[in-house]
């Protein structure tokens, strides 16, 4: 908050209090929604208008710049855009494009996720520095996995929009297979127990939320499967999470 009220400052007192639902460092852009929504905040309070684009910017730099963490944009800009998007990042500049979803096919792939956590707060966010800093010393397998997951988004997207369930939950467990060469704790023996069990109930597509301990799990499965899936990550000790795709 104090870093915050130094990019915009606001004259007289003010109490800020906040509320993040989404369990610490479980991969799912927690960090980057709450400074997005703290700014917006601020804006309001400085009666200023603000723009989307400007408002991600500005939260890109307060994590990066006034807090000096290892961040990257993608969080705030979908934390200020929402929805299902695409994005290029090329330096500093930012691509965007929205992905066709209507209500009917929203809740179609609701029906066919599950969301799992650890149920304990996780660990720094040092995996992803550690990924890319392997990445600039040109170890051959991460820049493999980092390219095959950029390459993977113009078919996610198309699946997506067909409504090709199937073919999106062989997607994410692609994707799945290359955060092995991104992040030891994904073959870690606790983990590889939830996957195996997931798979065993039904579960075609099975990915890390997040390359960092206590990351989430995001699965895909068929619809009927899905009670079957949840009651067996459960009871391999993880927390399945509410949250509905919109």
């Known amino acids: 908050s104090k870093a915050a009220l130094n990019m915009l400052p606001v004259t007289g007192g003010i109490e800020l209090i906040t509320w993040v639902e989404a369990p610490l460092g479980a991969g799912l852009g927690r960090r980057g ?110 820049a493999a996995a980092f390219t095959a997951l950029r390459d993977a988004v113009l078919p996610m997207t198309r699946a997506l929009e067909a409504g090709a369930w199937r073919r999106v939950g062989d997607l994410v467990d692609e994707a799945g297979g290359h955060c092995d060469a991104l992040d030891p704790i994904w073959a870690a023996p606790p983990t590889r127990a939830v996957v195996v069990a997931a798979r065993v109930a039904g579960a075609w597509g099975i990915k890390p939320t997040g390359p960092r301990p206590g990351a989430g799990l995001l699965i895909v499965g068929p619809r009927e499967r899905r009670e079957p899936i949840a009651g067996a990550v459960r009871a391999r000790g993880r927390v399945v999470l509410d949250a509905p795709v919109a």
Do not use: M, N
């Not at 994005?87 to 799992?116: I, K, M, Q, Y």
């Open 33 to 142: 929604a709450l400074a997005t929504a703290l700014l917006a905040a601020l804006y309001e309070c400085r009666r200023e208008p603000y723009g989307a684009l400007d408002l991600a910017e500005l939260a890109f730099q307060l994590e990066a710049i006034e807090l000096k963490r290892f961040a990257g944009r993608q969080d705030p800009w979908i934390a200020t855009l929402g929805g299902f998007r695409t994005f290029a990042f090329t330096g500093d500049a930012v691509t965007e494009r929205a992905v066709a979803l209507d209500p009917a096919a929203l809740a179609e792939l609701s029906a066919h996720v599950v969301l799992a956590h650890p149920g304990r707060p996780a660990g720094s966010a040092g995996a992803t520095r550690q990924a890319w800093d392997r990445y600039a010393a040109g170890d051959p397998r991460v």
